[in-house]
């Protein structure tokens, strides 16, 4: 899950420049995904969570484990931001505002994205690595790193709320 547990927290530091939405609105006047989601940030964080799939990727190599895949790595780090983006899309429908905290949405909007692309693309890869123990840590651990990540994030001041 590294490589879509880091690309959020990278879009926060790579982000910044032309929103995604170019600032345009959907059809019921509220803007489409907000300022907070820029291309900068959607392909610096694809690329971080890339880099450290690969990075994985060789070191399982070194210790005969095989695990990742290029495809399921891609998938991961695309999945999470498109997770995001979509988290956004319907908070913004829900009128909540960039930053205002939404339990649960916040915490697994990465992990539904990138399941949804492996369950699309890479089935096969799904079904041979997620066991039920490795879904349930996924469910555990996905808010405990949420939470402490942006809390960092936030002390750094990379974020403008802790959540």
Not at 34 to 48: E, H, L, Q
Not at 55 to 77: M, R
Not at 87 to 101: A, I, M, V
Not at 131 to 142: A, S, V
């Amino acid at each position: 899950m590294v490589p879509a547990y880091l690309p959020n927290s990278s879009a926060a530091v790579f982000g910044g420049g032309r929103p995604i939405d170019g600032g345009r609105n959907w059809s019921d006047g509220r803007r489409i995904f907000g300022d907070g989601k820029t291309w900068r940030g959607f392909f610096g964080g694809i690329a971080a969570g890339v880099v450290i799939g690969f990075i994985q990727i060789g070191l399982e190599s070194a210790f005969e484990w095989h695990y990742l895949t290029p495809l399921a790595v891609v998938l991961l780090a695309a999945g999470a931001l498109l997770g995001d983006l979509a988290k956004s899309f319907f908070k913004r429908r829900l009128n909540k505002k960039r930053g205002e905290q939404w339990l649960i949405a916040d915490q697994y909007d990465l992990v539904v994205g990138a399941f949804v692309l492996l369950v699309l693309f890479n089935m096969d890869w799904v079904v041979a690595t997620v066991t039920p123990l490795i879904g349930l840590w996924i469910l555990i651990l996905t808010p405990l790193l949420h939470r402490g990540v942006n809390i960092i994030g936030y002390l750094i001041g990379v974020k403008d709320v802790p959540w």
